[in-house]
């Protein structure tokens, strides 16, 4: 199951807030590319295909394709400040690899 940390949801709603797309949910995606095999792309977006799930994590409406979601179970989301300045941080035991920054990552290498 994927988790969103308070402080993660806090920061959605607070971009959301500044949006003008009030009613616009927050979608998280993967997409090929990034220093490995996909990264994690998060928006707001009015449309909800057939193939989406809508989930419910922490007050904030997740919206998140199929093939995706199969990439993503156990999925944690944070958010944090350091001195370089505010981000997500991403945490998938699913992933094989993860880049420098964590926003990329690849799969385990199959035997
Ligand atoms: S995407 Fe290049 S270091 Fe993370």
Same mark, same amino acid.
């Given at each position: 199951m994927?988790?969103?940390? =308070?402080?993660a949801a806090d920061e959605i709603h607070r971009l959301r807030a500044r949006t003008s797309l009030p009613e616009?949910?927050?979608?998280?995606s993967v997409q090929p590319g990034g220093c490995l095999?996909?990264?994690y792309h998060l928006s707001f977006d009015a449309a909800v295909s057939s193939d989406d799930v809508i989930?419910?994590?922490?007050?904030?409406? /997740?919206? /998140?394709d199929? =093939?995706?979601?199969?990439?993503?179970s156990d999925l944690t989301i944070d958010y944090s400040e350091d001195l370089m300045g505010g981000s997500f941080r991403f945490y998938n035991p699913?992933?094989?690899e993860n880049c420098?920054?964590?926003n990329s990552f690849s799969l385990p290498l199959k035997d």
């Open positions: 994927i988790q969103l940390s =308070p402080a616009a949910r927050f979608r998280l095999d996909y990264y989930l419910n994590l922490n007050g904030i409406e /997740v919206v /998140v199929q =093939p995706s979601l199969a990439l993503l699913n992933a094989g420098g920054c964590g």
